[in-house]
């Protein structure tokens, strides 16, 4: 079988790091890059032997491009993501779809005129085992109906141009995709509340409390904290009638050393959830191959988008929002 040819739509660190894992992987091979700043661009494409394009535009359109990789800042994704459906491509977009609901229905729309699924979101915590373990828990019944999920999202601090929204559109928008999949449920309603300012931050507000509650009544109550300065930590716990689920943190070496007891945590987000990573491209490019995509699909991105807007509003308005996301698309089904 010919190798798939992908087409790189910025090359910032997350499109370097696919690159690396494209080329451990095999049957794909990168053939051309666009960024909106040269220098990484020829750099990202010295990696892999592509060639780079000057606009996105000619990534979308040129023939050697069966699949296009959209990497860019997060507020050119739907421009992006949109241009590639038009031309017939199939899309592996990172996360958000869009930034606003709106882009995404636009994507949506673009979709189904096109008859079928060419987009795949990057939602990779669906593909990460701790997940797939929990789901399969939630899933199986024996712990009775799921009541509430807890969740924390810790980063160790924030970049320079951080701010209180993107806590919600960068950073949450993982727990609004995973907590939606792991209950098979659509929101209702959400709240954000806020403790104390932590010294940690001064331009944004941070931490910050999200609430959300589902149609059959669970509550997820989600942790945002971008400076907690001691790592990268991410965790889950679903509350069921008969029994707590918890997942399981990755394997660490666990030390016993001058008088205290200590597991190492991950300070990269990336390497939390390199399988992750690694198996949804797997997955993504198997059903390239096979014209059966798996999800997450358009309509996903576009849920997540919907509650990111409640939740930015309700950052505003420190009241409860409502979510409404209306029929879901055929295509979607």
């Known amino acids: 079988m010919n190798a798939l040819r992908i087409g790189i739509i910025g090359t910032g660190h ?22 909106r700043r040269r220098e990484p661009a020829e750099k990202a494409a010295a990696l892999c032997g592509a060639r780079v394009e000057d606009s996105y535009q000619a990534v979308v359109e040129a023939d050697d491009v069966d699949i296009v990789m959209v990497t860019s800042p997060s507020e050119l994704h739907e421009e992006h993501v949109l241009a590639a459906v038009n031309a017939g491509k199939y899309v592996f977009c990172e996360k958000p779809l869009a930034v606003t609901a709106e882009g995404c229905r636009k994507i949506m729309e673009a979709e189904q005129a096109a008859g079928k699924r060419l987009v795949m979101v990057g939602f990779m915590r669906r593909f990460d085992r701790g997940y797939l373990q929990l789901k ?10 799921p009541l509430i999920v807890k969740c924390a999202h810790r980063n160790i601090e924030a970049h320079v141009a951080y701010t209180t929204d993107m806590a919600i559109t960068q950073t949450a928008i993982h727990e609004i995709d995973i907590s939606r999949w792991l209950l098979d449920d659509e929101y209702v309603s959400a709240q954000v509340i806020y403790p104390p300012q932590t010294k ?41 009638e008969d029994g707590v689920l918890r997942m399981p943190q990755p ?16 300070n990269d987000w990336v390497l939390r959830f390199d399988g992750a990573f690694d198996d949804e491209l797997l997955a993504f490019l198997e059903g390239v191959r096979t014209g059966n995509l798996p999800g997450p699909t358009a309509w996903d991105g576009y849920a997540a988008a919907v509650t990111a807007d409640a939740l930015i509003r309700a950052q505003q308005s420190e009241q409860i929002e409502t979510i409404t996301l209306g029929e879901k698309p055929a295509l979607y089904r």
């Open 14 to 35: 997350i499109a370097v790091d696919h690159i690396h894992r494209l080329a451990r992987m095999g049957g794909a091979q990168v053939t051309a890059v666009s960024s």
């Open 136 to 145: 399969e828990a939630v899933t199986g019944g024996k712990y009775g109906a």
């Open 200 to 240: 940690n931050a001064e331009s944004f507000r941070d931490p910050e409390l999200i609430i959300l509650r589902t149609s059959r009544g669970i509550i997820i109550n989600l942790e945002i904290y971008i400076s907690c300065r001691y790592g990268y930590d991410v965790q889950c716990e679903v509350v069921c």
């Open 251 to 266: 394997s660490n070496l666990f030390i016993r050393s001058e008088g205290a007891c200590h597991e190492s945590l991950e």
